[in-house]
């Protein structure tokens, strides 16, 4: 049980735990409910009497991989979040070698998440980690909104102009086009696209600045168009800032952080600033699941489905890349080996 004053963290480092968790696999017994939390693994200490806790279903490994028993807590409450998140586990690990970028120490995701020092330590992961999906594409990255339409990501986020305008932050339009607009001499079609990306309800802006096309090509040849100026989404600490005001520990509209539904409900606030409207009305801090806490908030199906999928990709790439780090360093912890053992045995295999 978590203390009155944040969760439970269990020092990662025990070398007793990997002998107190072999003994507890050879005992042969099984409790009668599998335990809440992977926590419970290491309840035997070496050489005493003990019956196995049931083999760790994969919301206690994810909870292992990030010595939280509030990520498996969490994952237990949200169920489609949980087996969505153990699919893109899968499938960020089968393209593993395409997602090594990020964990230099030099690369965007991990500069914010040394920068993210304002919210709770697994939030940090998951944020630096949520937006990794494949080979490094640059400043840039094509994202689906919560309109379900594919626009321009920037920065280490992949925020999309209308989260850059919620956290705060000074953004330039941008609008994803085909490689052979971006190549034109024309100038018309590029700034009638960058109009239609900047447009805040039927209002269209005066644009400023020289149109550019980001280096970087993008999958399905199409490229990022935007306009010269600063743009903050790229700034990691103002968006360090923005994001520990919105999500910290002491943000209102949402649980306290030894709450179980603390890691989602944090989550589903920052994909909600991608909302065309109202996403600062919302809370989080009602004894609903997500699904059910924004349905009741008039929150439309397909913006609701955005935020599943993107906590759901959040924590399965979150797993990932800590699991690939675990195979880096051979002195972490026992716990995080214990809940990458899968994901690792799967690498072991395929080389």
């Excluded at 696999?25 to 992977?38: E, K």
């Excluded at 200490?45 to 206690?60: Q, Y």
């Excluded at 100038?187 to 805040?200: F, Q, W």
């Excluded at 919105?246 to 909600?272: I, K, Q, T």
Aim: contains cysteine; negative net charge.
């Amino acid at each position: 049980m978590a203390p009155p004053g944040g969760p439970l963290r269990i020092p990662p480092s025990t070398a007793p735990f990997a002998a107190g968790l072999a003994i507890c696999l050879a005992c042969g017994g099984l409790l009668d409910a599998p335990p809440t939390d992977w926590t419970a693994y290491a309840g035997c200490d070496a050489g005493a009497d003990c019956e196995l806790p049931s083999e760790p279903t994969n919301e206690i490994r994810m909870g292992m991989v990030f010595g939280d028993p509030l990520v498996s807590a969490a994952l237990r409450e949200e169920r489609e979040i949980h087996d969505d998140a153990w699919v893109r586990l899968n499938q960020r690990m089968k393209g593993r070698d395409e997602i090594q970028w990020a964990l230099a120490p030099g690369s965007p995701p991990s500069k914010l998440h040394d920068a993210l020092t304002g919210v709770d330590p697994v939030l940090a992961d998951l944020l630096a980690w949520s937006a990794v999906r494949g080979a490094s594409t640059g400043e840039w990255g094509s994202v689906v909104d919560s309109e379900v339409e594919s626009v321009c990501g920037r920065g280490p986020l992949r925020l999309t102009l209308r989260q850059g305008r919620a956290l705060g932050l000074e953004v330039q339009p941008a609008a994803l086009v085909s490689l052979s607009v971006a190549e034109s001499d024309d100038l018309e079609p590029k700034l009638a696209a960058l109009r239609e990306a900047a447009k805040v309800g039927d209002t269209e802006p005066d644009l400023a600045g020289t149109v550019l096309a980001a280096s970087d090509a993008l999958p399905g040849g199409r490229v990022c168009l935007f306009t010269e100026g600063p743009d903050e989404r790229t700034d990691l600490p103002k968006l360090a800032e923005r994001l520990s005001a919105m999500l910290g520990p002491d943000a209102p509209g949402l649980p306290p952080m030894s709450d179980r539904r603390a890691l989602p409900a944090r989550l589903a606030r920052f994909y909600a600033t991608d909302f065309e409207a109202s996403y600062d009305a919302l809370r989080f801090d009602d004894d609903r699941d997500l699904w059910d806490s924004l349905g009741n908030q008039d929150v439309l199906t397909r913006q609701r489905e955005y935020v599943r999928g993107n906590i759901a990709h959040a924590f399965g790439s979150g797993t990932a890349i800590r699991c690939l780090q675990v195979a880096a360093d051979p002195a972490v912890g026992e716990p995080q080996r214990t809940g990458c053992a899968e994901a690792l045995e799967q690498r072991r295999k395929a080389e």
